[in-house]
């Protein structure tokens, strides 16, 4: 996702030594950090009787995390993304100390639900790799269950699994890989002209990210989600009969840190 995206660029030196370590998410108020995400979106759509409609979208953002406070147990986050040609979106974001996702507050100050389905699950790969606020040793795995809220939108469940695969060095610091599976069922209605369309399924995405140990803050990430929906057209009342079909979405994403900007004197 988007919001605390993960893994230090440069080159992995040997494994440590398989202690116990700390990766919760600890970053100071007024801390800032700049990611570059590239996505790459596959979006398949086949409606009753009609030719599948395939489209293809590759996109680089850049996305800057401001931590606006940071309690012991709840982490407030403004992301700002920025794609060329297009105007800034600023998303409000609660984690939990492990940098879980904890809910969606304000999408430029529009409720979350207008991100529909397939928007709001970018937010979720980073955070589901987020490790229990415990130690932890390498090959130790851990359940996910968490219930983000987003105000105005149906609830979701997202369930799984991570595992710490291993700690090392890069670029000098120490970090820590950690893997994640995990599964989104979503379904939302919204309004398309005079036309409501449902949508319904489930979402699989598998992500790795390496964090740092200093501060668990994610160094470098990347991800698939896989999601097969089912579709329902409805015109307004009086006007026809529904049409149903399926959709399938393939996204694949890779962020890296970008270095801190000098602020100048």
């Known amino acids: 996702m988007l919001l605390v995206p ?24 007024g801390a800032s950090y700049r990611y570059e995400i590239r ?32 309690a012991p147990g709840e982490v407030k986050v403004r992301v700002e ?24 507050d304000a999408v430029e100050g529009l409720p979350p639900a207008v991100l529909g389905p397939v928007g709001f699950p970018e937010f979720l790969p980073a955070a589901a ?13 851990w359940k996910i269950d968490a219930t983000p809220t987003l105000p105005g939108a149906q609830p979701v469940r ?8 291993k700690v ?6 120490k970090v820590a890989s950690i893997k994640a599976e995990t599964r989104l069922p979503l379904s939302s209605t919204t ?3 005079d036309a409501t369309v449902t949508i319904s399924g489930t979402e699989k995405t598998e992500s790795t990210a390496t ?35 399926t959709m399938t979405v393939e996204i694949r994403s890779e962020t890296r840190r970008l270095p801190d900007e000098v602020r100048k004197a």
């Open 191 to 193: 309004r398309v002209g």
């Open 6 to 29: 993960a893994l230090a660029a440069g080159g992995l030196t040997a494994c440590d030594k398989q202690a116990e370590v700390h990766v919760g998410f600890r970053p100071e108020a």
């Open 129 to 141: 790799t987020a490790p229990p606020d415990r130690a932890l040793s390498p090959g130790e795995k």
């Open 168 to 173: 090392m060095t890069s670029g000098g610091r």
């Open 158 to 165: 997202l369930e799984g699994s991570g595992r710490l695969m």
């Open 81 to 104: 993304l920025t794609r060329a040609g297009s105007p800034p979106r600023t998303f409000l974001v609660r984690f939990d100390r492990a940098a879980q996702l904890a809910g969606v």
């Open 211 to 245: 964090r740092g140990l200093a501060d668990g803050v994610v160094q470098d990430a990347s991800s698939v989600t896989r999601g097969t929906y089912d579709l329902v057209v409805s015109p307004p009342a009086g006007g026809g009969s529904s049409v149903t079909g």
């Open 39 to 70: 996505v790459q979106s596959v979006t398949t759509t086949l409606l009753g009787d009609e030719a599948p409609d395939r489209s293809v979208d590759d996109v680089t953002l850049e996305s800057r995390d401001t931590v606006l406070s940071a």
